[in-house]
């Protein structure tokens, strides 16, 4: 390839980068070069830029593509010298253009909405309206959600009467029109590190112009308008954490300090007049004698009531609090589920409103016209019925196909949220469509736990059994495809297909960051699925949350069109939690005509040889289930060479986990490829994954995760014979004990109470060798969850789990918190999160070790992943969590403490004398951790002996990658 270099370096980094640019390339100008270079050489060169960058440093690299094009490669360094395109900017002015001036000029006297100049009283009043109409149409007419709509809209942007706000609007030179967080003053002499944001000003206006005496609406809705309005933006990035900004005397303190000879008595006149405007109009559109927005506020304002709210805190992002009863926590899941549905609706409000033109919005009102905005919004037409019904044809007419039909027609006929429970195989996924279908569905939207699950759910409904013709998209943080594999979805057609298939994590977007909050609308809107959601009864915040989105289609009533799906409904959760009623769950009986015989094997946890049946060889088509990753690698590592096996778990870099999820699936589904004969895995197989083998070795886990694992035996009753489950059961759980390694891992999963209870249940149902049938089986499964001492062990897991969970809530993981534009970064890669529900992970690199001859371990020369040529090409990359690069609060593991101190010598680059710099960058897939290095590496730092004794490396052998795993675990029986 021929590539361009630009150097726009300063000071010291421009000698520097010359001599790095000299070797490599023509010098064609001062500060430009050009070269026909390989893929290889060009990586060389980003990564001996980056080993000497300063903040002065500015490199771009253009990859010319013909003669008329180029692209840009990469930018190493101060990325503020060049455009997103890597263009250096030659001319600026400061004087007022043309196109710069509105061509409508702003009265002095009027309070304008944004820079599309509109009423700030109409855009109030419409974005009430509309909200309110959102609410009906997707909740049905009720009447105090309604009205809390309409008043929250109303009073979302009454902080704008702000002096300084309306400065800024009125001024005609060009402003950022960007309106995903909404219009700001983003002048830049303006800080919000020194005044509140308009949000924060209509909280506590509401707070102080709210009558007491009003008893229209509930405190519980009251409370819903002052977390609608305050959350309806995301919180401001500040650089200095003030606490003023956290309480309504502070946000007071701050505004009034900044109006300067205006006092803040004529703030408050100013909203009230304008709030009379807002009613006015609210009487006129709807003609009607009385505007609610006329009886919510008080006529007069006592300004010494602002100190018995001195201290009072803003309303949190999520109103949770340490219990120790599930019903306590059951009416903060309806609390938080109520601002979700007002601060959706409100956010979708305003985005429509704010897209029109003043001269439209004015049109709309005058011509109450404004319910095609929501018309427009919420319509969804689709052939999608009819080409399930085609689909069902498709099935041969049997007593299976009829009972399906059965369920589906049971199903639909439930008012608002249906449970489908039914064995492994027995068609849920058909079943489901055709409840889709029998509801009239425009769109469905099927929600899974993991992206495992919705790959493998891609793949089936993309097959020519069912909908192969049909817009069926896959929409995860890694894939984005629509009808097939690897056709990418355009960006403006996210959400659009007939059925698109999700995870959780987007669902979750809605309600835990501001710019997807739209992505709620469409859950609310369309008919939805949840797939395998017992998976999340036992992850923190993910069960709250969870819980939350069910809570906000339970609202809807009829209107609701929401089926869960899963083989072990967890009844439990479903009762305690969501309060779903037994009549509202439906079960499909198996067809599968196996039998099955359970056998527990009890075995001392510490040996990995052939006492553990973990690690026993296997033959004939065997899957082994573990509870971890760690367990399938090293049981896969020891019989690589007498078993025809393969090994899938989440530890694999991107490319590996992709291709060997299709091998397993092409093994292992019905008439599979004889390829592989045993499948060695983690817990990523036991669910959705329409797979099967002849045996299967477990360890014991939930019942859950018992019959889901066992749901992969015999999944399509192939055999004539018995099928044996063999349960692994670690000698301390069979003697009730709570320690040991596999007993710490189930606690850390919030699982072990549910776990030690299933397996008493089950020795004492003495099930051990009998020969049973599935049907038997789930009906222990109710059995067990009706039971005293079942319902005792889940509720101590669960409100160990809700605890987690209101401590990761309580941290501000979920809080939306916005950057400003000049802190944002240009570049195409996305970043991890600083914070995440599912836990902190980093962007992480390692070195190659090969274990084809195991025990010996030959290292290699080379790292797990090489960074792609250009900053648009996505990072073949790994993710570790905090805990396992610090090393669980061992200072011994600390893995970071080590890259800290020797990543300099051996890669080269300034050293980082911070913990927290290095993890911050980590972030960032071009700056990940090293957990460990190639022995090229380790010589510039005294060799093999300073390898670090818990270093992670990235295991490969003659038959397929293992994945990330420590030398520690390579070298020892540790756990």
Known sequence: MMVTFISQCEKKALNRTRRVLDAFANRIGNNTWQTVITEEGLIAVKTLLRKTATKNTAVSCHWIRSRSRSELAWIVGNRDQFNPQGIVPVNSTTKELIMDIPKQAPNPNFLYANTHLQALAEHLFAVGYVAEQLLARLALNKTNEMETAFVAGCLHDLGKIDPAFQDWVRNPKKKNLQVEDGQHIDDTKFSFDKHPRHNEISVLLYQLLDPISFKGIST???????HTIYWHHAKPYRKEKDPEFSTFGGIHKKFNGNLGSLPFSEIIEKAQRLLQQIGEIDRKYRNTEVSLINRIYSETVDLDALNNIKTTPLPSYKAYELENRIDDYRQQITANALHNLMRTCVISADRLIS?????????????????????EALLLESSLCSQIQSCMTQFPSSERTSMQHQIAVQLSKINDVAVLAGPA???????????????????????????????????????????????IEINTGEFKYTREWGKETAEDAYFSGDIVITTIDQVFSAIITHTKVNTLINVLNAHV?????????TMPAFNLLFAEVIECKKSQGSLANTLLVSATPHYFFLNAIME???EDI?????????????????FDETRQDEGNPLYQRQNGKTIVISNTAQTAQKSFIQNQNCENAILLHSKFKKSDKHKLFDEVYESFKKNGTPKYNVLRAGPIVQASLNITSNYMVSELSTAENFLQRLGRLDRFGANSTPNIYRVAVPELIHQGKGTGAAARFLNRQYSFAATKAWYRFLQTEEIENQIIQLPILYSLYRKFHETELAKQAMESDLLACFKQGVQLIQNKVVDPITIPPKK????????ISKHSLRGENRFVQMAVCEVSQWPKIEFLNEYAYQPPVSDREQFDNLTAPLDEIQGYGDSDRNLLAYMKSKHHNIIGGQKAFKDFILLNEARDPEFPVYLSYTPEGLDRVGGESSRHSYAVYYAVCDKQ????????QLTTNED
């Open 220 to 226: 519980g809705h009251k409370n819903a308008i002052k």
């Open 355 to 375: 897209g029109l033109s003043a001269e439209d919005l004015h049109n709309h009102i005058r011509h109450q016209t404004l319910y095609r905005l929501v018309d």
């Open 425 to 471: 195989g027995c068609g849920k996924t058909k079943i489901a469509l055709e409840w889709a279908m029998l509801k009239n569905a425009q769109q469905i939207i099927w929600i899974c736990p993991r992206v495992q699950v919705c790959q493998g759910l891609f793949l089936e409904l993309t097959s020519e059994q069912y909908l192969s013709d049909a817009n």
């Open 529 to 537: 699925v949840f797939d395998e959601f017992h998976e999340y009864v």
């Open 580 to 582: 779903i009623q037994p």
């Open 586 to 602: 439906i079960e499909m009986p198996s067809f599968n005509p196996s039998e099955y015989r359970i056998e527990f094997k009890v």
């Open 824 to 831: 944002a970064t240009e570049k195409g890669r996305k970043k």
């Open 961 to 968: 990658p293992i994945g990330a795993i420590s030398i520690k």
